[in-house]
């Protein structure tokens, strides 16, 4: 097996030599970008928080779950007996369907920041589907493993910032419609009732 598809292997290094840490510095610095950029556009407030944690969150979720792909196939590939048989059965379906899941979930919210921080309710539609997608098997992972809780944690962060920043719907102004004597002959002469 390969030392960087051992788990084992990043428990025993340094906190500076572990890859994980940079994961994490590369979306924080990834974030941090994109939230310059939406300052100076001039966005600020409520849509400037949700547009940047959807950012975070969406990064997240996609990064994170293409790694566990990629691991899951790597340990299920090296971690074998020499000339033994490639073995496809439900965990590895399940491993690879949760991956299957939340990755698009997590580009689904990325692709909402942009029109979260412009204000579009179809942005904000999309991002609160995926994040309650995302919180959804969270909470089902969270008996099983830590990462559930996490998941989940980020998830409902996501729910109370996009609903703290949920666009307002468009006023519809109606009119009062005017009748005209000329288009309803049996009202020439009446007088109008208000």
Do not use: I
């Not at 579009?120 to 999309?126: F, I, L, N, S």
């Not at 005209?180 to 009446?190: I, M, N, Q, S, Y």
């Amino acid at each position: 097996m390969p030392w960087f598809l051992n788990p084992r292997v990043y428990e025993l290094l340094p906190l500076h030599l572990n890859p994980e840490l940079y994961y994490v510095v590369l979306k924080l610095l990834a974030t941090g970008l994109f939230a310059r950029g939406l300052v100076r556009q001039g966005v600020r407030g409520r849509a400037l928080a949700s547009a940047t944690w959807s950012f975070f969150f969406g990064l997240f979720v996609a990064v994170m779950l293409s790694l566990h792909a990629l691991v899951v196939l790597g340990l299920r590939v090296f971690e074998r007996a020499p000339g033994a048989p490639f073995v496809y059965d439900f965990r590895l379906f399940s491993l690879l369907l949760l991956a299957g899941v939340l990755v698009p979930q997590g580009v689904r919210c990325l692709r909402a920041a942009p029109g979260l921080a412009r204000g579009e309710g179809a942005a904000w539609r999309d991002a609160l589907r995926a994040t309650c997608v995302v919180a959804a098997v969270g909470l089902a992972l969270v008996p099983l493993q830590f990462f559930g809780l996490v998941l989940t944690a980020m998830g409902a962060v996501s729910l109370a910032l996009l609903l703290v920043a949920r666009p307002a719907a468009p006023r519809l102004r109606v009119e009062p419609p005017t009748l005209d004597p000329a288009e309803f002959p049996g009202l020439r002469g009446r007088a109008s009732v208000a």
